[in-house]
């Protein structure tokens, strides 16, 4: 029972750190997509 | 008794087996054709705005994937090519897979609207339930006419490419889309023909089981015809130069070859089905090359 509740806190830790990432490499795909929008909105 | 505090609480699925529900490897041929189709179109696409899109299509396709494995479990597990896929394994539970296919597509869809436009999202919408709900709910367990329409659910990716990069779709996006719906026949039929006993343990009609193996050879070869002419039309219609006419004539050509010997052969009892092999393996191929020849002809011009 206690080996068996330590690999599933062991499978939550290592998916709250994919799903971490992937929340981090959104906000910078946000942030590079408003730039890149500012940029094209801009008059030349 | 309170069971509540001595029942063990479920092994949650591991990260891998979400990335497994998508098909990683169907994503890969899904996002090339989508990124040619973005290269070929006119004018020029922001990095960022086409690397986004290029995610769209991806996670739309993941999300397909893992909607269709979400409906498949019951005939994936009597399948020996999918019965190690998270769901018939049981690594996951089905409703996870169900929210995981519904959440991805949502995003997808969201964000491509978004981010790059709605025609590139509609598309999107278009090819995520046409793969879910016309081929995998509808014709999959119906008819072995199921891969010759559902085929067009993964010709779409290069119509998102150039919407994404136009906004629009245009004639030489739609021969692509047509090239892709007819060669996924004889790709598919090529592969049921060595896997015919694991469609058939599973009760899906793929045209080897329903329509016998004779048969199938023949379609292989017929649908190998209308497939070369639309990988043909770009050039010969000037929506390409020499340079793909020449790829597109020359990998068309080995194709058709490899179709016919699949055609006209017959097998016997322990035959190991190299030709049909060897066409499937061809076929993917094909399509990195003729799609590859699309975007260099359009550097070149």
Redesign the interface.
């Known amino acids: 029972?206690g080996r068996?509740d330590d690999?599933?806190r062991a499978?939550?830790r290592?998916?709250a750190m994919?799903l971490g990432l992937i929340l981090g490499a959104f906000v910078v795909?946000v942030f590079?997509?408003t730039?890149?929008?500012i940029?094209?909105g801009m008059p030349h | 008794m309170n069971t509540a505090t001595t029942a063990s609480p479920a092994m949650p699925a591991h990260w891998r087996d979400f990335l497994a529900l998508t098909k990683p490897r169907v994503m890969t041929l899904v996002v090339f054709t989508g990124l040619c189709g973005m290269l070929a179109a006119p004018g020029h696409i922001d990095p960022v705005l086409g690397f986004t899109a290029i995610l769209c299509i991806a996670l739309g396709a993941g999300a397909a994937g893992a909607l269709n494995q979400w409906y498949e479990s019951d005939i994936d597990g009597k399948m020996r090519r999918t019965e190690r896929r998270p769901l018939p394994a049981g690594r996951m539970g089905r409703e996870t897979a169900l929210q995981f296919g519904v959440g991805l597509a949502s995003f997808s869809v969201i964000l491509m609207g978004l981010a790059i436009n709605l025609a590139a999202a509609a598309i999107l919408t278009v090819s995520i339930l046409f793969y879910v709900l016309i081929y995998t709910v509808w014709l999959k367990r119906r008819t072995p006419q199921n891969i010759v329409i559902g085929g067009a659910a993964g010709a779409f990716p290069p119509l998102i490419g150039w919407a994404a990069a136009t906004g629009s779709v245009a004639p030489l996006p739609l021969l692509l889309f047509a090239l892709v719906f007819l060669w996924t026949p004889p790709h598919f039929w090529a592969l049921a023909l060595f896997m015919r006993t694991d469609y058939s343990a599973a009760g899906v009609p793929m045209l080897p089981v329903v329509a016998g193996e004779r048969t199938t050879r023949t379609q292989i070869g017929l649908y190998t015809i209308p497939m070369a002419l639309a990988a043909l039309a770009p050039w010969a219609l000037g929506l390409s130069g020499m340079l793909y006419g020449v790829v597109a004539a020359v990998a068309t050509a080995v194709f058709a070859v490899l179709a016919a010997r699949v055609a006209m052969r017959t097998t016997g009892e322990a035959d190991t089905m190299k030709p049909e092999k060897r066409l499937f393996a061809w076929s993917i191929l094909y399509l990195f090359i003729v799609f590859g020849a699309v975007v260099v002809d359009k550097w070149v011009a």
Do not use: N, T, W
């Open positions: 029972m068996r690999e599933i499978r939550q290592q998916r994919v795909l590079a997509i730039i890149a929008k940029k094209g």
